[in-house]
């Protein structure tokens, strides 16, 4: 790869960080005041104006909220920041997951008002995961019964970093103006209908205030930072400097979170935020080498451009001028007209355009590099969480997790000239979102649409009306139920004998089957003697896992259980791999019709805000939708209702909370895993 031309912006300058938070937190608005500040865009997008950058989709617009992770780039102080504002609704989670897995840092907004949310706790488990470092900004200042200590014990309590606050707000609510720099004990003001800040002597009446936290930030960042406790010791203080590094060393090893605030709606708290974005979070230098791996061994490549090439792809769109795969590059350098090689398809691919993207906008770059996040054009095979490397210097990088699929549709085209426009269409949308899964069913025939949650279908199905005119017919939501063992058996022998002519097939196996601690699968062998030779136990093992897919209740997959082979014979003559695959999956379903099982169904935490005279009616439908109520608080004249329900239940929901509130109740929902569905088991 070519390397020769020098780099605009050196590595230790770059920034490719993300923007997390629950929903209506203020993600977007904040990524709109980047752009604005920093000179990219000249007029400050809102979102209920629907004139976002990054929200650019027809749908995001009509809806008011992210929908599809969005990639933009600007610079401050001499920095270039790589931004990616994610969806905060728990049904496009999985956006958020592919965006975190080639991140280096975050900035995690949160509502003072709310504080943590429940999507807040879900994304900061995401980002602890791939060690993504974060500083967190507490939003909304601005508004009646906002209070930044409050938001900050949220953090501590929900999320158990240490937050370690650097600045103390001017004002309250209406009157909020300004804040406080702590480590240099100045005030840095906003004006009404101004965009400039100024640096101001901190006012009288907050002057003890500022030294009293000051003081507070000073021991918390001693406690945590070896160095800072060294000259907290020797002087009983810290300089400005000294805290200034101790607080990007805690915010990359995760020991500690920074803690900004401000009000990104009025413009207020920006421009700090961009500074701690340069000064605490990681470049693409500061953060581990990426790690891979190729025919059984691992390999490490440094973010260097003179390394041979690897890049991972984390998100791929069509658009109207064709098909953009999102990369972010860990090393080496491409350039347009490159071949490089996707090892997991074992194809090359040639690259046609590089593009720096701008949501919806691109400018054409000759070249790439390390650490750069970029679009290019011409890839035909890679998909999300494919890796690109060089072809003589083959590697393959982790790709990000994608979660199962727990709701279901079924779709067809009104009309039938459109199946296969429909199909095609289908296709291209599993493509782009990996948690989105169409299959046909084998018993009826129909083709179902799966993914993360109705309003997750809902815009998918939009998507296909808008994209390609096909009119769509949808059926009634249906979840993803699981069936587990709650009692199994023990000594159960299955013979698998055929003989029909030329060699047969013999495959003799006793099996136990028992329960197993939450979700999953666990096959063990406790055979002596070799009576089952070790290339015949994979062969069961396989079989067993085949039989998983249908369990006795429902057909549905089975999870949950722990399968042990604990004696089995062979045939000189007719016993195979194939004859013990087969003996393991009809033997293991043989089992399980002699156990004891249960139907699981996906369960949610649902957290509803209503008006305190609402509460009565909220719970009331709850109850008769199976939830169990785990907490209520009030705060500010709304009371918020936590829930456990199972996810069936909750079709709907929105337009019936919408009726018993008159509009003003909200709710939100994630996945908390499976529990016994009513009258669903099996007893032997």
């Known amino acids: 790869m070519r390397t020769e031309r020098p780099l605009t912006t050196p590595l230790s300058a770059v920034r490719n960080l993300g923007i997390l938070a629950h929903v209506d937190a203020g993600k977007t608005t904040v990524t709109e005041r980047f752009l604005y500040l920093t000179g990219t865009t000249h007029k400050r997008g809102e979102v209920h104006d629907g004139t976002t950058v990054t ?25 270039r920041v790589n931004l990616i ?43 602890d995961r791939y060690g993504v470092p974060r500083i967190a900004f507490v939003n909304k200042l601005d508004r009646a019964g906002a209070d930044l200590d409050t938001a900050v014990a949220s953090i501590r309590e929900r999320l158990h970093p240490a937050p370690l606050v650097v600045q103390l707000p001017i004002g309250t609510e209406d009157g909020f103006t300004g804040v406080v720099d702590l480590l240099r004990l100045r005030a840095l003001v906003w004006a009404d209908g101004s965009d400039t800040v100024r640096e101001l002597p901190v006012p009288e009446g907050l002057l003890e205030e500022a030294r009293r936290r000051r003081r507070l930030l000073e021991e918390a960042v001693a406690e945590l930072h070896p160095g ?40 207020r708290g920006i421009e700090p935020l961009l500074d701690a974005v340069v000064a605490y979070l990681p470049s693409p230098l500061d953060v581990p080498a990426v790690r891979g791996t190729y025919d059984g061994g691992e390999q490490e490549r440094a973010a260097d451009p ?22 972010r590059i860990y090393s080496g350098t491409i350039e347009k007209g490159d071949t ?44 999300a969480g ?67 949650g109705e309003l997750h279908l809902e815009v998918a199905v939009e998507k296909i009306r808008r994209a390609t005119g096909v009119d769509v017919n949808v059926g009634r939501p249906r979840v993803a139920y699981r069936e587990t063992v709650v009692r199994g ?50 062969s069961v093992e396989a079989g067993c896992r085949d039989a998983l897919t249908e369990g006795p209740i429902g057909g549905f997959p089975v999870t949950g259980l722990r399968v042990t082979l604990t004696d089995g014979a062979t045939h000189v003559k007719d016993s195979s791999e194939t004859a013990f695959r087969t003996a393991g999956r009809l033997g293991l379903r043989e089992a399980l019709r002699a ?36 907490g209520s608080t009030t705060r500010t004249g709304s009371a918020i209702v936590t829930a456990t329900v199972p996810l069936a239940e909750l079709f709907g929901y929105a337009t019936r909370l919408r009726s018993r509130t008159q509009g003003r109740g909200t709710f939100t929902a994630r996945p908390t895993g499976y529990a016994p569905a009513p009258g669903g088991v099996t007893v032997r």
Request: proline residues 5%; contains cysteine.
């Open 489 to 538: 058996v023990s000594g159960l022998v299955f013979r698998h004998v055929k003989q029909d002519g030329g060699s047969g097939q013999f495959a003799h196996v006793v099996l136990d089957v028992e329960p197993m601690e939450g979700l999953g699968f666990a096959f063990r062998s406790a055979v002596v003697g070799g009576r089952v030779p070790q290339e015949y136990v994979r």
């Open 85 to 127: 504002d994610t969806p905060g609704h728990v049904d496009f989670a999985d956006e958020v997951e592919r965006s975190l897995r080639v991140l280096d840092g975050a900035i995690a907004v949160f509502d003072a008002v709310a504080g943590v949310e429940p999507q807040s706790e879900s994304v900061w488990r995401q980002a």
């Open 595 to 630: 156990c004891t099982t249960v139907l699981l169904e996906p369960v949610v935490e649902v957290t509803v805000t209503v008006p305190e005279d609402a509460v009565g009616g909220v719970l009331g439908d709850l109850a008769a939708r199976r939830g169990r109520v785990t």
């Open 228 to 267: 800072a406790l060294e000259e907290f010791y020797d002087g009983s203080t810290l300089s400005a400097e000294t805290l200034s590094a101790a607080l990007r060393d805690l915010t990359r090893t995760g020991d500690g979170v920074v803690v900004l605030c401000g009000s990104a709606y009025r413009n």
């Open 386 to 452: 494919s890796t690109l490397c060089a072809p003589d210097a083959p590697l393959v990088l982790e790709p990000p997790a994608v979660a199962d699929p727990v709701v279901s549709v079924a779709v067809e085209a009104r009309r039938s000239t459109d199946t296969g426009r429909l199909a095609s269409a289908l296709a291209r949308l599993a493509e782009e979102d990996p948690s989105l899964v169409v299959r046909t069913d084998d018993e009826t025939g129909q083709t179902v649409l799966s993914g993360m």
């Open 340 to 383: 490089v090689w996707d090892p997991g398809a074992r194809r090359t691919e040639r690259i046609g355009r590089i593009l720096r993207v701008q949501a919806d906008r691109h400018e054409r770059l000759e070249r790439a590099v390390a650490g750069d996040i970029v679009a290019v054009a011409g890839l035909k095979s890679a998909r």
């Open 306 to 327: 003179r390394l041979p090439l690897s890049a991972l792809a984390f998100k791929v769109s069509a658009t109207g001028t064709g098909r953009l795969t999102y990369l």
């Open 55 to 79: 929200d650019f989709d027809p749908q995001e617009r009509d809806r008011g909220i992210t929908i599809f992770a969005a990639a933009v780039t600007c610079a401050w102080d001499g920095h």
